[in-house]
């Protein structure tokens, strides 16, 4: 059977009758073009879509590819080997179709089997048709990949640098891809999850830890060198005895999906550390893989899931959907772009250019059945094969765009909500994009949760000294009712953070008030300027221990105001104990020890005592449901003793009134009631707890506040103080309720009603 490529003569380029000339060389793909062995090829089955390895009825073994090509003339099915020390390709026709899919059952093909498809078509970028089959492109639903992206010219579907370059991606380019790009990998998953028992940690009772899998593991001394950095290395008893330790419930993983590096990073010698550049929605990225790439990472994978899921666990990914690392036109041809450029992006009236709703050169169309049904299918993997408990999508607007606006009742919020798998699941929106009214805090349906960044301005602002009142903290800290008390949302709605992966870190925003990005080679352009930081007196590292001192100060109030507030916490890996990116806010491309988590710190006495504060907080919050309630304050009087279930104080001890809100303020009182919350609990009993009276004070010196009296309290003991590590770490003293106690400068009091 001869090659496919041996088959075809290549059409001209529509746009400028150019096309680059093709290789002659016999060898092609780094592979020998012939003698080709004959391959079997029976119908086989258009579903499930990728490649599943399957033993039939007759006991022939083998493998079943379906691949979803709705505007394709052809498909090729390109098998790799390596045989007498060389990589040998052989192209397989797959000739049937069924409802756009093209598939084929190919016997003896067994897992381990590298694969990729070349599909055939038009070359007319001017209506969005883009078919190359020089190029070789990665399966959309390949559960493994092996190999590393690079970006030589070969890869793009055009000609990169054509001199004319307002017209290069019209330019059609013939040189073969296959040496340069991964490949996908035959898995056979046969894992048992019988023994598997998921966390299933309500919503309200979650605190969610932001980690990087490398990152987090990268310099742990207590995980074994070749562990680190990898998927084992989280699983490992040590970086879980942390996970563990500090109290949280889920780790989110920064992106696991395959992903691909920007050209121009690896032009700077640079990777995508983060990876948000998706290139395969199904395979766990190979790079953080210690057990090899041929499949093996999905069983590490499946082995780290199970281990925090027995630690009491559970494992968000963070999942990008919106885009691909395909980029604009200008873009390399991995996938996608490849398969059917039309039917997977969204296009411009001037179909050569795409829409661009996520600033990475282009956008998903999720209206599409197909691409909606990638997505799905993809989520679902994940939850059913993989064991994940939840998912936060990044630039979740982007997904919620009908044609081009947000719509709420979009058709992929609506599939996701009516499907019986991902609507069990946690699912957190990252509610904007960069579209024109992409800001979507407040507006997603019931069943999700947001990333609540007004939470983070508020909180940032109040301790840095810039709230013109406190109006928006109130909200703010009480679960933001003003943005989610609607359609039977509750407080978990929100989840509250002060930082996340991209922006400074927590030691940072109390070091820096400018970005300094200089080490990511732009410039120091990129990165966000709006910081909302403070440095304290003094930009970055410094020796003066009266600026060192509040700074910790500062982190002490951060997190208490984090962890005491009414939603979903959520931390940063290392923000607990002072890690530090040296002022950089957009550390995407630095995989060294920029992003590295520095367990050293933790040896640091100062350190030290912020980790034992944060694990301390979160205790405290596992205890008291009043901290971590299930629905929303209501201010009114509850039937216990009559006293309503919040209320807020000034520094005269009185209730804050109308006129208190709109006046500037540097002190609040927040008293939370634990007398007859609503709900019951497992038992069916209802809820009960104690009462707590939080005081921030955020002014730069000491305040006196008058402690309400009965009936709100008789006698209040001093739970935390942040005003030093000393105070922070177990303060017990008992104040008389009507009586007035000194807040010290910039420090947060919490105090247990205890009579």
């Given at each position: 059977?001869?090659?496919?490529?041996?088959?075809?003569?290549?059409?001209?380029?529509?746009?400028?009758?150019?096309?680059?000339?093709?290789?002659?060389?016999?060898?092609?793909?780094?592979?020998?073009?012939?003698?080709?062995?004959?391959?079997?090829?029976?119908?086989?089955?258009?579903?499930?879509?990728?490649?599943?390895?399957?033993?039939?009825?007759?006991?022939?073994?083998?493998?079943?590819?379906?691949?979803?090509?709705?505007?394709?003339?052809?498909?090729?099915?390109?098998?790799?080997?390596?045989?007498?020390?060389?990589?040998?390709?052989?192209?397989?026709?797959?000739?049937?179709?069924?409802?756009?899919?093209?598939?084929?059952?190919?016997?003896?093909?067994?897992?381990?089997?590298?694969?990729?498809?070349?599909?055939?078509?038009?070359?007319?970028?001017?209506?969005?048709?883009?078919?190359?089959?020089?190029?070789?492109?990665?399966?959309?639903?390949?559960?493994?990949?092996?190999?590393?992206?690079?970006?030589?010219?070969?890869?793009?579907?055009?000609?990169?640098?054509?001199?004319?370059?307002?017209?290069?991606?019209?330019?059609?380019?013939?040189?073969?891809?296959?040496?340069?790009?991964?490949?996908?990998?035959?898995?056979?998953?046969d894992d048992d999850w019988s023994d598997d028992h998921r966390p299933k940690t309500p919503w309200a009772d979650s605190v969610i830890y932001e980690l990087h899998v490398r990152g987090f593991t990268r310099l742990h001394p207590g995980i074994p060198e070749e562990l680190r950095g990898t998927y084992a290395g989280l699983a490992h008893p040590a970086a879980i005895e942390h996970l563990v330790g500090l109290g949280v419930t889920a780790v989110?993983?920064?992106?696991?999906?395959?992903?691909?590096?920007?050209?121009?990073?690896?032009?700077?010698?640079?990777?995508?550390?983060w990876g948000y550049n998706s290139i395969?929605?199904?395979?766990?990225?190979?790079?953080?893989?210690?057990s090899g790439t041929t499949g093996q990472q999905v069983g590490e994978f499946k082995r780290m899931v199970r281990a925090l899921h027995a630690a009491g666990i559970e494992v968000i990914l963070d999942v990008v959907y919106n885009h691909t690392a395909e980029a604009g036109e200008l873009g390399p041809m991995l996938s996608l772009r490849g398969i059917d450029n039309r039917g997977y992006y969204r296009l411009q009236s001037d179909a050569r250019r795409y829409a661009d709703y996520t600033g990475c050169g282009n956008t998903l169309h999720v209206v599409q059945p197909h691409v909606l049904r990638l997505i799905t299918d993809s989520l679902r993997y994940w939850v059913t094969e993989m064991g994940v408990d939840g998912f936060r999508f990044d630039l979740a607007a982007a997904l919620a765009r009908s044609m081009h606006d947000v719509d709420m009742l979009s058709p992929f919020l609506a599939v996701i909500a009516q499907d019986p798998v991902l609507r069990r699941v946690k699912l957190i929106a990252e509610p904007w994009d960069v579209g024109s009214g992409g800001y979507q805090v407040g507006a997603f349906p019931p069943l999700w949760t947001e990333w609540n960044d007004r939470y983070r301005n508020a909180v940032r602002d109040f301790w840095r000294g810039a709230l013109p009142d406190?109006?928006?903290?109130?909200?703010?800290?009480?679960?933001?009712?003003?943005?989610?008390?609607?359609?039977?949302?509750?407080?978990?709605?929100?989840?509250?953070?002060?930082?996340?992966?991209?922006?400074?870190?927590?030691?940072?925003?109390?070091?820096?008030?400018?970005?300094?990005?200089?080490?990511?080679?732009?410039?120091?352009?990129d990165g966000t300027n709006d910081n909302r930081a403070w440095n304290c007196?003094?930009?970055?590292?410094?020796?003066?221990?009266?600026?060192?001192?509040?700074?910790?100060?500062?982190?002490?109030?951060?997190?208490?105001?984090?962890?005491?507030?009414?939603?979903?916490?959520?931390?940063?890996?290392?923000?607990?104990?002072?890690?530090?990116?040296?002022?950089?806010?957009?550390?995407?491309?630095?995989?060294?020890?920029?992003?590295?988590?520095?367990?050293?710190?933790?040896?640091?006495?100062?350190?030290?005592?912020?980790?034992?504060?944060?694990?301390?907080?979160?205790?405290?919050?596992?205890?008291?449901?009043?901290?971590?309630?299930?629905?929303?304050?209501?201010?009114?009087?509850?039937?216990?003793?009559?006293?309503?279930?919040?209320?807020?104080?000034?520094?005269?001890?009185?209730?804050?009134t109308e006129r208190d809100w709109y006046a500037p303020a540097a002190t609040l009182g927040m008293y939370l009631s634990g007398r007859d919350i609503p709900g019951r609990d497992a038992r069916g009993a209802p809820v009960v707890d104690d009462s707590f009276l939080a005081v921030l004070h955020a002014g730069d010196r000491p305040v006196s506040f008058v402690l309400p009296g009965p009936p709100w309290a008789s006698r209040y003991e001093?739970?935390?103080?942040?005003?030093?590590e000393e105070q922070a770490r177990a303060p017990g003293v008992i104040h008389r309720a009507g009586g007035t106690v000194t807040v010290p400068a910039r420090a947060v009091l919490l105090l247990r009603v205890v009579g």
């Open positions: 059977m001869s090659s496919a490529a041996e088959q075809e003569a290549v059409p001209e380029g529509r746009a400028t009758g150019e096309k680059l000339p093709a290789q002659s060389s016999p060898v092609l793909n780094g592979a020998q073009r012939a003698p080709s062995p004959a391959v079997s090829v029976w119908p086989g089955a258009p579903t499930p879509l990728g490649a599943r390895f399957r033993v039939g009825p007759d006991g022939a073994a083998g493998t079943n590819f379906a691949l979803w090509a709705g505007g394709a003339e052809a498909v090729d099915l390109c098998l790799f080997d390596e045989r007498d020390g060389e990589v040998h390709e052989t192209r397989v026709p797959l000739t049937e179709l069924t409802h756009e899919i093209w598939h084929g059952f190919v016997p003896g093909v067994l897992p381990g089997r590298r694969y990729g498809y070349r599909v055939h078509g038009r070359w007319d970028p001017w209506t969005g048709a883009r078919w190359n089959p020089a190029k070789l492109l990665l399966d959309p639903y390949a559960r493994a990949v092996d190999g590393d992206f690079s970006l030589p010219p070969e890869v793009y579907g055009h000609v990169r640098d054509w001199p004319q370059q307002q017209v290069a991606d019209t330019v059609r380019d013939d040189r073969d891809s296959a040496p340069y790009v991964p490949k996908g990998v035959v898995v056979h998953d989110e993983l920064l992106p696991v999906h395959q992903f691909a590096h920007e050209d121009h990073l690896l032009r700077r010698g640079m990777k995508n550390y395969g929605y199904f395979a766990p990225h190979a790079g953080y893989a210690s406190v109006r928006d903290l109130g909200y703010r800290l009480s679960g933001s009712s003003d943005l989610y008390a609607w359609g039977g949302r509750r407080p978990y709605a929100s989840v509250n953070f002060v930082t996340a992966h991209d922006g400074f870190t927590l030691r940072d925003l109390v070091s820096y008030e400018r970005k300094h990005n200089e080490a990511n080679g732009e410039g120091n352009r007196g003094a930009e970055g590292e410094t020796d003066e221990e009266r600026v060192r001192g509040l700074r910790r100060r500062q982190l002490r109030n951060l997190l208490t105001t984090l962890l005491l507030s009414t939603g979903v916490p959520m931390l940063v890996a290392g923000d607990e104990f002072g890690r530090t990116q040296r002022g950089n806010n957009n550390a995407y491309c630095q995989d060294n020890e920029i992003s590295w988590v520095d367990w050293s710190l933790l040896d640091e006495p100062g350190w030290r005592a912020l980790y034992d504060l944060t694990s301390r907080l979160i205790a405290l919050r596992h205890r008291h449901p009043v901290l971590r309630r299930r629905a929303f304050f209501s201010g009114r009087a509850h039937s216990v003793d009559g006293l309503r279930d919040l209320a807020w104080f000034t520094p005269r001890g009185t209730e804050m001093l739970v935390v103080d942040t005003s030093t």
